[in-house]
């Protein structure tokens, strides 16, 4: 039986690996690593890293390093915020007029994980949340650290 962490690796390749080769199909330069700061700025509007941060769950470092390949590609732009000390990264026309395409992708990525749910004894979506709620109340660093101490 594989570890925790490779199983975790193995599963991302197979479903972020996928869904990267359908956007590739499709003319896009969309990356799934792309679609929670997409997602969360189609929701909010513009927004800084800190807040995409905070948004999306996900590490300032990582969301930096997405914005920059998403700035390299020319899905985002970043412009002064308000109190001109904080850039706010905005959608451009290019990342909006894709946009048809790629909600026809996530609809149909949404629907095949559906499918997958029912094929399985187990929903994966759902196992997932209630694992990240019980890292939420108490981290895997806390659990392994607990286990060292035995």
């Known amino acids: 039986m594989q570890s925790l962490g490779t199983s975790l690796r193995i599963m991302i390749e197979k ?3 996928s869904v990267e080769r359908i956007y590739q199909d499709n003319g896009s ?5 792309f679609f929670p700061v997409i997602n ?3 929701k909010q509007g513009p927004m800084s890293i800190k807040s995409l941060s905070e948004q999306t769950q996900v590490s300032h470092s990582a969301v930096s390093q997405t ?9 985002v732009t970043s412009e002064p915020g308000e109190d001109k000390r904080e850039r706010q990264i905005v959608l451009t026309e290019k990342m909006r007029a894709e946009l048809p395409k790629l909600q026809e992708i996530w609809q149909a990525v949404h629907t095949a994980a559906q499918k997958l749910d029912r094929e399985t004894s187990a929903s994966l979506h759902t196992t997932l949340s209630l694992s990240i709620s019980a890292l939420d ?8 650290s607990e286990e060292m101490a035995v």
Do not use: T
């Open 40 to 42: 969360a700025l189609l």
């Open 67 to 75: 914005v920059a390949a998403m700035k390299k590609i020319g899905y």
């Open 137 to 144: 109340d108490k981290s895997f660093y806390q659990r392994i």
């Open 29 to 33: 330069q969309f990356k799934p690593r």
């Open 15 to 17: 479903l972020d690996g």
